[in-house]
């Protein structure tokens, strides 16, 4: 039995009916164009669905469940509109501006993000550090009443269309590699600018750019938190980023399930059903049972997140179980599917390739399962920790 209030469920049913009415008949425009356009987020905002946990004083709910971002997460599979990227926007990164800022910060940025009228991206990655974060090159140098912010960022999701950008950079790369500022870099600073929008395998409507930062003043009053603790604050966030993606993942996985199970019950091979050979049957039952079970644990992290109980190494299982399920799910949709499934035409050839990121995004897979031996071997070998 899954947790969720009667308010959640009311909240489910009108966000289906806003996706219905607002995403889906726009989607095919949105993948020719490569971006998905900002009136969405403003018509999102307007009716309470892009930012639900700020407090009632800057527009929100005031409501921090995570299972409200759950089914934002789920409703988003259902309607296969994945690039409509929202929960990056409010859960992501929203949550660093409330977490680390002041009160005169959230007063100035919270109201426009949960409104639509003001979009957020985060950007950590660069071309020579992704999960490495130590390995970072962007510097911000302290100028007195500003900093002087340098570096590239690469793979920023919403690079396109921020108007707030939370950069995080180092401030003594000299002497300590950890210490790091997160900034918040608005449109139109000067020395700020943005390359083209790369050329993905899959997810066409969701821009992602490279964000060049050359000689950028920052305010130190755009600087959330203390200027030497970023690098802390992001491992903050990671848990939370990783279920979010988990989320994801089972969501994707159960919409790319559904799509097979009506392809193979209406596809005739041998004048019988696909659905009727026992190949089909057993390969669908046994992915239908670990989907459960990566549901289940997907679940109970939601609830470990609310009582503040959501390790990093649970987080990790979820992301890696959950990214791992949706790569077999999304195969073996494919291959039933036979030369159908080959054709971009296809919902299942464009959720194969949409979904390969899933194991690389939030930390690859490979990263998850360093951050699980990690816990499994701290008392043996103290070492991994470091």
Sequence with gaps: MRAFTEEQTMFRQAYRRFLAAEVVPHMARFREQGVVDRE?????????????????????????????EQVIIE????????EFFAPLHSRLVGPYLDTFGNAEQKQRWLPGCVSGETILAVAMTEPDAGSDLAGMRT????MGDHYLLNGAKTYISNGLL??????AAKTDPENNPHAMALMVVER???????????????????????LFFHDVKVPKANVLGDPSKGFHYLMHGLAEERLLAAFQNVGMARKAFDITRTFVMERRVFGKPLSAQQN????????????????????QCATWLNEGQLSSARAARAKLLSSEALWRMLDLGVQLHG???????????????????????????????????????ADDYPSLLD
Excluded: N
Aim: charged share 30%.
């Design 188 to 210: 139109g600073m000067p020395g700020f600018e943005r390359g083209k929008k790369l050329d993905k395998m899959g997810l066409a409507a969701q821009d992602t750019a490279e």
């Design 339 to 377: 030369g159908t499934g080959y054709m971009m035409e296809s919902p299942i050839c464009r959720m194969f390739v949409d979904g390969r990121v899933a194991r690389i995004l939030a930390g690859s897979s490979e990263i998850m399962k360093l951050i699980i031996a990690r816990e499994i071997f």
């Design 139 to 142: 510097h911000a140098r302290d």
């Design 280 to 299: 089909t049957q057993f390969q669908m039952a046994a992915i239908e049972a670990e989907l459960d079970m990566a549901q289940v644990y997907v679940d």
């Design 162 to 167: 921020a108007d707030l950008v939370v950069v």
């Design 40 to 68: 969405v987020y403003r018509k999102a905002g307007e009716q309470g669905f892009l930012m639900v946990w700020p407090d009632e004083c800057y527009g929100g709910m005031g409501d921090r469940d995570i299972r409200f």
């Design 75 to 82: 409703e988003i599979a259902r309607a296969d509109v994945f």
